[in-house]
């Protein structure tokens, strides 16, 4: 589903560039849920975000799903993350004075800008937190903003979800709440690729891929098969 | 601007009310404040009109007076300049095209009038019998005087409502009254026709027939004001024209030799009296418009610091699947919008004023719905103009960057 090849990724301007990936390659099939760990300024957040199509590598070859994503441009890259890839970020990340229900229409009015609410009701029911569809994000918890936030990256089914440190301001009821939430969605077949730099985080993944430098330092199958432990 | 971008927008704005409010605020007070200023302005032009109309009359016609550039400065014009003759009202009446009538009268402007032992001060004017006719006046009580009063040299008047509530309070037609040590039968009363400009009440005021005046009266052939009524009103500049070529060949001046008379048109005057084109209003309606672009600034500087204030709202949108178009498109129709409902704010609220205005002064105020359109319109593009560089900065906000920065 996803092949990434020779990926590289500099920042910054041609006089001091910073390399935040070098010459990354990486094949990740359908279905599969993989965690990405290494140390801060490994570049994992560098390459969720090329492999979520918010970020364009420098150079190298990005394929999703057989289309080479790496050549497209603004409005295409838009569809695809709108129409295949679903978001879930470390600080939740829902918008301001706009309330649960409309934070998971979001993505429907970007798409063909019709709400279709059943679908949101689902997913709100989905993540459990229909009773907050009409709260706003200040008055939920760490744990209800989060799975608001799933509910919105599920909303246009996507195929992949990208997720970055999603338990990583969450107290560890909370988090084990989330992570039971992410393996459930990957039993019903959803791809996800999660970056985390917690070891029993990172064992709920079917393989792990750590990166240190920019480069892939090592692979290794799952301690523990994902959903031995629930 | 899709639909659903437009409900988007205005849920921003209701959840930033604060927000809103300061970007609406100088658009509101921008149309306020020219709705308002046209508004006074035309009732200004509508007051001054009805004074003259109270005074002239008809407001088609044109005026020759005596005096002009040789006599400046010099008062008492009623009775010092007496080249103005009703030889001249004849040759106007025969020879200027577009003249559709003239009346001829001689003034005294403060004459003492007495009846049942009572006395009043009056402007008389003895004046030929169309001059009512041309003045557009009409009758409370019997009938104005005519032609073959004015060959009989009758000792008849014709008295403002005024002048016949304070001598006759119980019917004035048949009654006696003295003038200049002369008896006059009142044979009608004018209708009332209110105040003229300065205030002064246009129903004090008694006419005599012009024959009689000139030989029994004011003894003298030279007239105080001859009164032309045009067919065509909008020709009246080259009527006046030729009414002043005439009488200036009739009363020999030549050359580079100054006029002993004047031509007036009251449309004129009253352009200039209502003083539409004042410094005081000119000054409003630059105001008016410095609220405008003041308020285009703020909407600016507002939407600017909201796209850095926004980055991340505007990166998660960008990751659910918005484009750059989108994010542009969003910003600038929070531009427009809040502009364009600004604009309709400020018009209502100065339609409210009219009324409220209108309602408590009893002024003839109304709303001048073409300036307001006008402004609302410029409010709308100057909000949309505000809106582009905000709008561009969202756009180009790299999301990948923002959400980096975020974590």
């Not at chain 1, 569809?133 to 089914?157: C, D, K, N, T, Y």
Request: glycine letters at 10%; proline letters at 3%.
């Amino acid at each position: 589903m996803i092949a990434l090849s020779e990926i590289t990724k500099h920042y910054g301007g041609t006089d001091h560039p910073v390399t935040a990936l070098a010459s990354v390659s990486l094949a990740i099939g359908r279905g599969e849920f993989v965690a990405v760990v290494g140390p801060s300024g490994s570049g994992k957040s560098t390459l969720l975000q090329i492999i979520g199509c918010l970020d364009v590598p420098t150079s190298g070859t990005y394929v999703l799903d057989g289309t080479t994503v790496s050549e497209m441009d603004d409005a295409t890259l838009s569809r695809i993350r709108n129409e295949r890839i679903g978001f879930v970020f470390q600080s939740f990340n829902l918008i301001a004075r706009t309330t649960v229900a409309e934070n998971v229409e979001t993505p429907m009015l970007y798409g063909d800008g019709r709400i279709d609410r059943a679908r949101v009701e689902h997913v709100l029911e989905r993540v459990r937190i229909t009773h907050r569809a009409r709260h706003f994000p200040h008055e939920l918890s760490g744990g209800e903003q989060q799975r608001a936030a799933i509910a919105r990256a599920l909303v246009r089914s996507p195929s992949l979800l990208i997720a970055d440190e999603p338990t990583g301001n969450l107290d560890s009821a909370n988090g084990a709440q989330i992570l039971s939430l992410l393996s459930e969605l990957h039993r019903d077949g959803l791809t996800i690729v999660m970056v985390t730099h917690d070891a029993a985080v990172a064992r709920r993944a079917e393989r792990v891929i750590e990166l240190a430098d920019g480069r892939i330092a090592g692979t290794s199958a799952p301690a523990v098969l994902a959903g031995a432990s629930r | 601007m899709s639909d659903a971008t437009v409900r988007l927008v205005l849920r921003t704005l209701r959840r930033n009310k604060g927000r809103s409010f300061v970007m609406a605020l100088g658009f509101i007070v921008g149309v306020v404040s020219i709705t308002l200023t046209e508004a006074t302005g035309e009732a200004a032009r509508t007051a001054v009109r009805q004074s003259f109309r109270a005074m002239i009359g008809d407001l088609d016609v044109l005026l020759v007076q005596p005096g002009g550039d040789a006599q400046r400065g010099r008062a008492n014009l009623e009775t010092s300049i007496t080249t103005l003759t009703a030889d001249d009202a004849a040759a106007i009446r025969q020879s200027v095209p577009n003249v559709a009538d003239v009346g001829v009268a001689q003034v005294e402007l403060g004459a003492v009038v007495e009846a049942n032992g009572r006395n009043t001060t009056t402007p008389l004017f003895a004046t030929s019998a169309n001059y009512a006719v041309i003045r557009g006046d009409s009758m409370a009580q019997g009938a104005f005087f005519t032609d073959d009063d004015g060959r009989a040299l009758a000792r008849v008047a014709v008295i403002g409502s005024d002048v016949a509530r304070e001598l006759f309070p119980t019917g004035a037609v048949g009654q006696h009254l003295r003038m200049k040590a002369i008896d006059f039968t009142v044979v009608g009363v004018i209708a009332p026709n209110g105040a003229g400009p300065g205030g002064f009440s246009m129903d004090n005021i008694a006419y005599i027939p012009f024959e009689t005046a000139r030989r029994r009266v004011f003894n003298r052939d030279y007239l105080n004001i001859v009164n032309i009524k045009l067919a065509n009103p909008s020709r009246w500049a080259q009527t006046a024209a030729a009414v002043h070529a005439l009488v200036r060949q009739r009363h020999g001046t030549t050359g580079a030799a100054l006029d002993d008379f004047r031509v007036t048109s009251p449309q004129a005057m009253i352009a200039r009296m209502a003083g539409v084109d004042s410094t005081l209003r000119r000054m409003l309606v630059w105001i008016g418009g410095l609220a405008l672009v003041i308020g285009g600034i703020v909407v600016a500087v507002l939407m600017l610091a909201a796209a850095s204030a926004r980055r991340i709202e505007i990166a998660v949108r960008r990751a659910v699947g918005a484009t750059r178009a989108d994010i542009r498109g969003q910003f600038w129709s929070e531009a427009a919008l809040i502009s364009a409902a600004a604009a309709v704010i400020g018009a209502a609220i100065a339609n409210g004023v009219i009324a409220a205005g209108a309602f408590m002064m009893r002024a003839q105020l109304s709303m001048p719905w073409a300036a307001t359109l006008g402004a609302v319109l410029v409010t709308i593009a100057i909000g949309t103009a505000a809106g582009y560089l905000p709008a561009r900065r969202a756009a180009s906000i790299a999301p990948a960057d923002a959400l980096r920065a975020a974590e």
